[in-house]
């Protein structure tokens, strides 16, 4: 029955990826952005159900850094790994602030009785500049 929950479990994270996550802002050129999506994993942590939140950097070349939540008030019976998630003040800090490389998905879980509406408060890209031979009519600086 274990094996059929994560299973079922499994399922509905790609379901998640593929067809619920909420794209939050765009950025230039029509990159993807940080996505936030979270669900009832089926399992217990003293009697409450719990959560998994995840958060993926979609872009294609660039870098989230100091992201961050609105949490007032979060609660949770199920430690959460500070380096991962941190709360301070009203708002939580996801992976310290540090980079989340592209492509890259970072998760927590955490147990409560209901659901919290999770919204992310805040991030910034840093991306790196195009090569050399995409950018055109661009002057070359040389210093010396």
């Given at each position: 029955?274990?094996?059929?929950?994560k299973f079922?479990?499994?399922?509905?994270?790609l379901?998640?990826y593929?067809?619920?996550f909420a794209?939050?802002?765009?950025?230039s050129?029509?990159?993807?952005?940080?996505?936030?999506?979270?669900?009832?994993?089926?399992?217990?942590?003293?009697?409450?159900?719990?959560?998994?939140?995840t958060?993926?950097n979609?872009?294609?070349?660039?870098?989230v850094?100091?992201l961050?939540?609105?949490?007032?008030?979060?609660?949770?019976l199920k430690?959460?790994?500070?380096?991962?998630?941190?709360?301070?003040?009203?708002?939580c800090?996801?992976?310290?602030g540090l980079?989340?490389?592209?492509?890259?998905t970072?998760n927590?879980?955490?147990a409560?009785?209901?659901?919290?509406?999770f919204?992310i408060a805040?991030?910034?890209?840093?991306?790196?500049?195009?090569?050399?031979?995409?950018v055109?009519?661009a002057?070359?600086?040389v210093?010396?």
């Amino acid at each position: 029955m274990a094996s059929v929950m994560k299973f079922l479990g499994a399922a509905l994270l790609l379901l998640l990826y593929s067809k619920v996550f909420a794209y939050l802002g765009e950025f230039s050129q029509g990159r993807t952005l940080v996505s936030l999506g979270q669900y009832d994993t089926g399992d217990l942590y003293s009697s409450a159900p719990v959560y998994n939140v995840t958060f993926y950097n979609g872009c294609t070349d660039c870098d989230v850094v100091d992201l961050s939540l609105r949490c007032p008030g979060f609660k949770t019976l199920k430690p959460i790994d500070p380096f991962i998630f941190k709360p301070s003040g009203d708002s939580c800090i996801i992976s310290r602030g540090l980079q989340i490389y592209t492509g890259v998905t970072i998760n927590f879980t955490y147990a409560w009785e209901s659901q919290y509406p999770f919204e992310i408060a805040h991030y910034h890209f840093e991306c790196a500049p195009p090569p050399e031979s995409e950018v055109k009519g661009a002057a070359r600086i040389v210093r010396g």
